[in-house]
């Protein structure tokens, strides 16, 4: 396989990891708000900063794909 089509692979998987990402920060945000207004109120707080942690790492694999030049 051509560098090129590795890199745009690369390119296209980390940017669909990304997206995977986000859609895993929304069903957490749901999650989150559930644990908001339930018992487990200090949980929600601990699942807010994985959220945006992981919504970060979502990020910096964006900023990485754009950063690759097929």
């Given at each position: 396989?051509?560098?090129?089509?590795?890199?745009?692979?690369?390119?296209?998987?980390?940017?669909?990891?990304?997206?995977?990402?986000?859609?895993?920060?929304?069903?957490?945000?749901g999650?989150?708000?559930?644990?908001?207004?339930?018992?487990?109120?200090?949980?929600?707080?601990?699942?807010?900063?994985h959220?945006?942690?992981?919504?970060?790492?979502?990020?910096?694999?964006?900023?990485?794909?754009?950063?690759?030049?097929?």
């Open positions: 396989m051509p560098a090129n089509q590795r890199l745009q692979r690369l390119q296209d998987d980390l940017l669909h990891t990304a997206a995977e990402l986000d859609t895993l920060c929304q069903a957490l945000d999650h989150a708000l559930f644990l908001r207004h339930s018992i487990h109120k200090t949980d929600a707080r601990t699942m807010d900063n959220v945006e942690d992981l919504r970060g790492s979502a990020c910096e694999l964006r900023d990485i794909a754009h950063t690759i030049t097929p």
